[in-house]
Nanobody
Framework: QVHVIESGGGLVQAGDSLRLSCAVS????????MGWFRQAPGKEREFVAA???????YYADSVKGRFTASRDNAKNTVYLQMSSLKPEDTAVYYC????????????????WGQGTQVTVSS
């Protein structure tokens, strides 16, 4: 059974940084894409960032230059380093694992975590 567990969320002020972690257990995902999505209250879930199996990274325009996604295949873990946080980054952040193709598309992922809340105050 696959488990996807996010950690690292919290309450920060605008301009601060946070690092989210996502540990996956139950199988190895070194050959699959892993991604981050977020959902703010009253809004649709949206793509944030992804790291493909070959290390290639992808970002939403809204976070480019501020967020950095990375992965450690030995630990089956993916990270999201978030800097220069803005109030509009406030959302529940979800980790997803198992994408084969389009890593920016939520439906490509087979496994999801429960989410971790990130709140950025102004």
């Amino acid at each position: 059974q696959v488990h996807v567990i996010e950690s690292g969320g919290g309450l920060v002020q605008a301009g601060d940084s946070l690092r989210l972690s996502c540990a996956v257990s139950g199988r190895t995902f070194s050959r699959y894409g892993m991604g981050w999505f977020r959902q703010a209250p009253g809004k649709e879930r949206e793509f944030v960032a992804a790291v493909n199996w070959d290390g290639g990274t992808y970002y939403a325009d809204s976070v480019k230059g501020r967020f950095t996604a990375s992965r450690d295949n030995a630990k089956n873990t993916v990270y999201l380093q978030m800097s220069s946080l803005k109030p509009e980054d406030t959302a529940v952040y979800y980790c997803a694992a198992g994408a084969v193709g389009r890593v920016m598309v939520a439906s490509e992922y087979h496994y999801w975590g429960q989410g971790t809340q990130v709140t950025v105050s102004s």
